[in-house]
């Protein structure tokens, strides 16, 4: 068929080889038979046919993917073929068909480093590619999404153990190389100069397909981008933010999850009513609640453990947002987690939490949530001991909760050795809790005063170094409680005793 005079017999012949070429192992096979005739019909003076023949190559040449070390045909074959695909397509008179084949074309062979960084600097040929990908035509959105997935490196990588790579190297096994131009320093570079040509303004308008393959690949792409904190700025200013929450709500689980995960490097990083203003900041709490599920990696738990800690400091809203979507149970659920920076987090977001009078209220009660709190308070982990702290400092101005925290077996020593750490932060927040405390009534105030804690209250009242001020003025308050319900004199010596 491929030598008929006929151009449909040879158009069919074309897309026969290039439709069989689908498979890595059918490439393998096919590849000394099709190749010469692939060739053949590149040659020919009907553009729709060329096109087409010169896919065909294109599959064949990438069939070793990333694996630098597999070369399919000879060296350079890829980079001629690239560059007629990217002639192709950056040729306005070309009909959109055509630019199509062509943008195929580089879906495969954008696999190769070399071919990646020679693409990025023909901006015509991006430019080009975006306004391609702009087309209503889905079956356009895909190989386009792809060769931008592909260039960002945003694609899903096997990891190699060493121990396999040496495992495999004893079997005479083959082992895939990655290509010098894949390395992050190069990546970096790509990435700045396609987001110099526009790529997200173009990434926000492919959002809008209905496609969940395409939906996926832009948020691959998006993730790829905000991975360096530089370019989120850019991002969140020409609307990528905006984008990514529909992205994070609709499509498949993988690109849901790669969408949830950009929107919470975001939201790390800034400031969440500049990137989220109005309403969206409260639709950013579902795809937050969707990475803290027990099967996500440890990476997504975390970031977004620290996107939530973030945006639950601003207000009210956002905070029953987080508990309409049952977030309390994930967070409650980190805080017991062996992982001790899940468990840091997961304190953290508490402490925000906490400002919510309804989160006040689940601590009262037959619970230990209080117990935990002031466990954590005695750790050795600076960042636990201060989040843990900074909640019970919210928590302790409620009297049932001041009365929970004196039922913990080592309150004492826990609370006088965190009003004794060199640390001011830390400092002011026990003196904090002890006045809530003292506040609470004269029960449990008795309970201060006959403990060691009188002597460590004494001591912080004696500062005088300005840094200390609000530690001193504490100190100085739950004294001066304890005088009027007549626990201690007013002169008391200072030794501590009255």
């Not at 080592?410 to 050795?417: K, S």
Request: net charge negative.
């Amino acid at each position: 068929m491929a030598n008929s005079d006929s151009g449909l017999h040879q158009r069919v012949a074309v897309e026969a080889l290039v439709h069989s070429a689908s498979k890595k192992d059918k490439c393998s096979g096919i590849i000394k038979q099709a190749v010469p005739i692939l060739k053949q019909l590149y040659h020919s003076t009907t553009d729709n046919i060329k096109v087409r023949a010169l896919v065909g190559l294109c599959k064949l040449g990438s069939f070793g993917g990333t694996d630098a070390s597999a070369k399919s045909m000879a060296e350079g074959s890829t980079m001629t073929l690239a560059k007629a695909c990217r002639k192709f397509l950056a040729n306005p008179t070309k009909d959109v068909d055509l630019r199509k084949w062509a943008c195929e074309g580089l879906a495969y062979l954008t696999l190769d480093a070399d071919v990646k960084e020679e693409l990025v600097e023909d901006t015509d040929a991006l430019h080009s590619l975006i306004d391609l990908a702009k087309m209503a035509d889905k079956s356009i959105l895909y190989p386009a999404g792809t060769v931008f997935v592909n260039v960002t490196n945003s694609y899903d990588k096997q990891e190699m153990l060493p121990e396999m790579v040496d495992l495999a190297k004893f079997a005479k096994q083959h082992v895939p190389e990655e290509h010098p131009k894949d390395k992050e320093e190069f990546l970096q570079k790509r990435i700045e100069k396609l987001l110099k040509v526009g790529l997200v303004n173009a990434l926000v308008a492919l959002s809008k397909t209905d496609s969940h393959s395409s939906r996926e690949l832009i948020a691959r792409v998006f993730l790829a981008i905000v991975s360096e904190e530089q370019h989120r700025g850019l991002v969140v200013q020409q609307g990528g933010a905006k984008a990514l929450i529909p992205l994070a709500s609709e499509g498949n689980e993988l690109g849901k999850t790669k969408a949830a995960q950009a929107l919470a490097k975001i939201a790390i990083t800034m400031n969440p009513e500049v990137a989220f203003p109005g309403q969206r900041m409260l639709e950013v709490v579902r795809p937050m609640i969707l990475l803290l599920h027990i099967e996500k990696d440890a990476i997504m738990n975390y970031e977004a453990l620290m996107a939530l800690t973030n945006i639950a400091s601003l207000n009210e809203s956002v905070r029953k947002r987080i508990l309409k979507e049952k977030g309390m149970a994930h967070i409650e659920h980190y805080m017991f987690e062996d992982h001790e920076e899940l468990k840091v987090a997961a304190t953290e977001c508490m402490c925000n939490m906490v400002l919510s009078e309804e989160v006040v209220a689940l601590h009262r009660g037959e619970n230990d949530r209080v117990k935990l709190l002031v466990l954590y308070m005695g750790e050795e982990n600076f960042k636990l001991m201060r989040a843990a702290s900074g909640a019970l400092a919210i928590l302790s101005a409620d009297k049932e909760i001041c009365d929970k925290i004196t039922k913990v077996g080592p309150w004492v020593e826990i609370l006088g050795g965190l009003a004794s750490n060199e640390n001011v932060e830390l400092r002011h927040r026990a003196a904090h809790i002890l006045r809530n405390m003292m506040e609470a009534g004269e029960e449990i105030g008795k309970l201060i005063i006959e403990s060691q804690l009188l002597e460590v209250l004494m001591v912080l009242s004696r500062f005088t170094e300005p840094a200390v001020a609000t530690v001193k003025e504490c100190a100085e308050m739950t004294l001066t409680k304890a005088v009027e319900y007549g626990l201690i004199q007013a002169n008391t010596m200072v030794n501590g005793e009255p």
